[in-house]
C-alpha cells in the first residue's frame, strides 16, 4: 500500500482529492459537539481542505501523511509562514492551527497523542488494503481516549463492481465489525452514488468506548 499510495501522488493520480470541505464534514461534524480548542487527529490526510475547515471552527488539527509532495503542496496552497521541526521520528510542519506530522500513521503513538481528543477519518481506512484494516482500527483505537469523538466516511462500491482500490470498497458490516470492539458507533447518513462513480458514502459518528462500557 506504501508504494502505491506514493506513487499515485508522485504522479498526480489524485482524483479523491476534493477542492472544498467535505459536505458530510460540514454537515455532520456539529452534531457531536466537540469542544472548540479540542485537537482533531487527521490519519492520512493528504492535503485535504476538510483540515482547514475543522481549523476555523476552532480546533487545532494533527494531521499525519506519508507522501511528502502531499504535505509541502499543502503548506504551499495555504500562504501562510511554515516552522518545521523533528519530534519521534517525524518530520513536523505547522502552519497556523494545522501541524503535518510526515511519516507512517503506525509509527504514531500515544506519547505523541496525548493533547488528541478527536479524530476524523475520510481517507485513511479506504486508502488501506483488507489485511491492513483490522490493524489501524486497532491503532486508531489506542490513539484516542474514552469518550472521545470522531467522524468516519466510508466507501462502498455498488453489487458486482470490481473492487479494486485504493480507494477501497468497505461495506458498513466492515466498519461495524472493525471498530465496535472499541467504539460506539452510529450511522448518521448513507448516500447515493456521485455523477460517473460507482461509489457511494456512509458516515458515522465515533464514540471511544471507556472502561465501563459495554461492547
Known amino acids: 500500500m506504501e508504494n502505491a499510495w506514493l506513487a499515485r501522488?508522485?504522479?498526480?493520480?489524485?482524483?479523491?482529492?476534493?477542492?472544498a470541505p467535505h459536505p458530510a464534514l460540514r454537515r455532520h461534524w456539529p452534531g457531536l459537539a466537540v469542544p472548540a480548542g479540542t485537537k482533531v487527529l487527521v490519519?492520512?490526510?493528504?492535503?485535504?481542505?476538510?483540515?482547514?475547515?475543522?481549523?476555523r471552527q476552532g480546533h487545532p488539527v494533527l494531521g499525519i501523511e506519508l507522501a511528502p509532495e502531499a504535505v509541502e503542496?499543502?503548506?504551499?496552497?495555504?500562504?501562510?509562514?511554515v516552522s518545521r521541526y523533528r519530534q519521534a521520528g517525524f518530520e513536523v510542519c505547522r502552519q497556523g492551527s494545522v501541524e503535518l506530522w510526515r511519516g507512517d500513521v503506525f509509527h504514531?503513538?500515544?506519547?505523541?497523542?496525548?493533547?488528541?481528543?478527536?479524530?476524523?477519518?475520510?481517507?485513511?481506512?479506504?486508502?488501506?488494503?483488507?489485511?491492513?484494516?483490522?490493524?489501524?482500527?486497532?491503532h486508531l483505537a489506542q490513539l484516542i481516549p474514552p469518550g472521545a469523538s470522531g467522524?468516519?466516511?466510508?466507501?462502498?462500491?455498488?453489487?458486482?463492481?470490481?473492487?479494486?482500490?485504493p480507494p477501497f470498497h468497505v461495506p458498513e458490516e466492515e466498519v461495524r465489525e472493525l471498530f465496535e470492539p472499541n467504539f460506539r458507533l452510529t450511522l448518521l447518513a448513507r448516500g447515493e452514488p456521485e455523477a460517473g462513480s460507482s461509489?457511494?458514502?456512509?458516515?458515522?459518528?465515533?464514540?471511544?468506548?471507556?472502561?465501563?462500557?459495554?461492547?
Open 108 to 138: 504514531f503513538h500515544i506519547e505523541q497523542a496525548a493533547e488528541i481528543g478527536a479524530f476524523y477519518d475520510r481517507a485513511a481506512l479506504i486508502a488501506l488494503p483488507p489485511a491492513t484494516r483490522q490493524r489501524y482500527a486497532f
Open 9 to 19: 501522488w508522485r504522479e498526480g493520480r489524485i482524483g479523491f482529492h476534493r477542492d
Open 43 to 55: 490519519p492520512l490526510c493528504g492535503k485535504s481542505l476538510d483540515m482547514r475547515w475543522l481549523a
Open 151 to 165: 467522524l468516519l466516511i466510508g466507501l462502498e462500491r455498488a453489487a458486482g463492481e470490481e473492487r479494486s482500490g
Open 199 to 215: 461509489f457511494r458514502e456512509h458516515v458515522w459518528a465515533l464514540v471511544r468506548r471507556g472502561p465501563l462500557d459495554e461492547a
Open 73 to 81: 503542496q499543502f503548506l504551499a496552497e495555504g500562504g501562510e509562514p
